[in-house]
T-cell receptor, first 115, second 112 residues
Framework: DGGITQSPKYLFRKEGQNVTLSCEQN?????MYWYRQDPGQGLRLIYYSQIVNDFQKGDIAEGYSVSREKKESFPLTVTSAQKNPTAFYLCASSIPPGRENYGYTFGSGTRLTVV | QKEVEQNSGPLSVPEGAIASLNCTYS??????FFWYRQYSGKSPELIMS????GDKEDGRFTAQLNKASQYVSLLIRDSQPSDSATYLCAVIKAGGYQKVTFGTGTKLQVIP
């Protein structure tokens, strides 16, 4: 079955530690996204990539980094510079906007907690 | 003013009733509109998209778009307890990357 796989489901980060969240898709989608969801704030865009080897900052990129070396993979690193990383992280992918049946397919999410 | 605004709810409706969820957006050049359903602790799933003024029906769901008034709504007929979730409105603005902006969601509770 096609879909997006995020791992791990739960992640605990110590102060000053970098952690990497995995996102893999087998939908053959060109575009991939990372969102952060906090209670009462909706989804906020961290980074997006419309094609392999290219990515752009979203609205809240500070303290995060990404790579897009393969079409299927878009890992997100939460660095120690991100001072408030506790949140629910969602990876999504899509076909290009404007095409029929456009819409995001989301992974199941990673819940990150600072300990 | 938020780009996409939704009443956070909760909106409570009895089982079998029509649930009406509303969303307003601020940018007149917005061109694509989506409704996602998110169960507690889960990721959002796309349930409806609408691109032109009027109504679009899919099973028990009807999306309504009024670009002149800058609002989009979602009607759920014959509401079921399994419809209890948070519904996110999402909007794409024209031009450039065509960024998707999400509202904060309306929590719907269907009372058996």
């Amino acid at each position: 079955d096609g879909g997006i796989t995020q791992s791990p489901k739960y992640l605990f980060r110590k102060e000053g530690q970098n952690v990497t969240l995995s996102c893999e898709q087998n939908l053959n989608h060109d575009a991939m996204y990372w969102y952060r969801q906090d209670p009462g704030q909706g989804l906020r865009l961290i980074y997006y990539s419309q094609i392999v080897n290219d990515f752009q900052k979203g609205d809240i990129a500070e303290g995060y980094s990404v790579s897009r070396e393969k079409k299927e993979s878009f890992p997100l690193t939460v660095t120690s510079a991100q001072k408030n990383p506790t949140a629910f992280y969602l990876c999504a992918s899509s076909i290009p906007p404007g095409r029929e049946n456009y819409g995001y397919t989301f992974g199941s999410g990673t819940r990150l907690t600072v300990v | 003013q938020k780009e996409v605004e939704q009443n956070s709810g909760p909106l409570s409706v009895p089982e079998g009733a029509i649930a009406s969820l509303n969303c307003t957006y601020s940018d007149r050049v917005s061109q694509s509109f989506f409704w996602y359903r998110q169960y507690s602790g889960k990721s959002p799933e796309l349930i409806m998209s609408i691109y032109s003024n009027g109504d679009k029906e899919d099973g028990r769901f009807t999306a309504q778009l009024n670009k002149a008034s800058q609002y989009v709504s979602l009607l759920i007929r014959d509401s079921q307890p399994s419809d209890s979730a948070t519904y996110l409105c999402a909007v794409i603005k024209a031009g450039g990357y065509q960024k998707v902006t999400f509202g904060t969601g309306t929590k719907l509770q269907v009372i058996p």
